[in-house]
């Protein structure tokens, strides 16, 4: 016996039952998050926002999901929902790397969500100033391209500021050719000096006769391309939207596979998830043997290292500090005794902070 089919009406009026459902819920989680608020602020809490609680949330809905939505779409949805309660609660004040239309910008929205208070900033150094003043809670700062490798600034400000990292985020970079006028009339294209790098076969092979003309972001490519009638620039949808500039090619980074990470900075610490980062910067004795000495208790105890990055170190000529990052907690049981043990044998060492890894 065949399953009984129901028309496009009887559809669309079982969507609109499901969605009233929705919508109850959603108000009812909202008046908890604002209950929430309340039993925070008396209590005299002036830490409304935990990604450690957020990851594990959302890791949790991503595992139990049981489609058909994938789950990355129901993370991005349930961040959004997260994000609309903490505004309820105390509407977050996110400082990045502007103006509006930036990787860095959408880097934050992914993180934060669209209910976040996001304050755009002319460099990565006012990201730092803002947070460590006070006058945003959080930054979102670039740190790494899988293409062009690490952002020097970030990693040396990191140094610089008494801030902690406490979340990371990765977005897949896709860069686009933007316009008012036909490919053909471009004489100009406004490019930041990275995304340059990463476009630089196709720059190459379709445009190789242009002038390329280096500007501080994606969206400073935009604004200057929507004001030159022979001008093109690489820049981002979200920028080229919001300056009336047409996509003439889409996706033109040489690599598909181009990701940059982003690391979120604020004042506070989080508490180990099980699925967790930590972020080092050590320095060893300037000796033959001295960096495998210093790294063999983390090799001794298996903990896996992502990522080591060299730096020169600014209190001495050809010496150098080292960036790591490894899995797990500072605070986890295995991980505690270890860097212990390295920051007593280091010549200089600081931990920048343990955090929730990207949940997607």
């Known amino acids: 016996m065949s399953a009984t089919v129901r028309t496009l009406p009887e559809l669309r009026a079982a969507i609109d039952v499901v969605d009233g459902e929705i919508l109850h819920l959603l108000a009812e989680r909202g008046r908890l998050a604002a209950e929430v608020g309340e039993v925070k602020r008396a209590a005299d809490e002036t830490n409304f926002y935990h990604p450690d609680r957020e990851s594990e949330i959302l890791r949790r809905l991503m595992a139990e999901n049981p489609g058909p939505f994938s789950a990355e779409q129901i993370a991005t949805i349930f961040r959004e929902i997260i994000s609309a309660g903490l505004a309820l609660e105390e509407p977050l004040q996110v400082a990045y790397l502007g103006p509006a239309g930036t990787f860095t910008q959408m880097a934050a929205q992914k993180h934060f969500g669209r209910a976040a208070v996001l304050q755009p900033t002319t460099g990565i150094a006012e990201i730092f100033l803002l947070v460590d003043s006070g006058q945003a809670q959080f930054g979102v700062v670039p740190v790494e391209n899988s293409t062009e490798g690490s952002v020097n600034l970030s990693l040396d400000l990191l140094l610089d500021y008494p801030l902690h990292i406490c979340g990371e985020v990765q977005l897949r970079i896709v860069h686009n050719l933007v316009a008012k006028c036909s490919m053909d009339a471009i004489q100009r294209v406004y490019v930041h000096y990275q995304t340059r790098a990463q476009c630089r076969q196709w720059l190459a092979a379709h445009l190789p006769q242009v002038q390329l003309v280096d500007v501080p972001s994606n969206a400073v490519a935009a604004e200057r391309a929507a004001a030159d009638a022979e001008g093109g620039a690489i820049s981002t949808t979200v920028a080229a939207e919001a300056y009336g500039l047409d996509i003439l090619a889409a996706s033109i980074e040489d690599n598909p596979e181009n990701t940059t990470r982003f690391l979120v900075i604020g ?68 991980i505690a005794p270890v860097l212990d043990a390295l920051a007593q044998q280091a010549s200089f060492y600081r931990c920048l902070g343990s955090y929730p890894r990207a949940v997607f």
């Open 267 to 334: 004042k506070i610490s989080t508490r180990s998830t099980g699925n967790d980062k930590t972020s080092l910067v050590v320095a060893a004795a300037n000796r033959p043997g001295s960096l495998h000495a210093l790294l063999s208790p983390l090799a001794d105890a298996g903990i896996s290292l992502t990522r080591i990055e060299s730096r020169p170190a600014r209190s001495a000529v050809w010496e150098y500090v080292f960036y790591l990052d490894l899995l797990g907690h500072r605070q986890d049981a295995a």
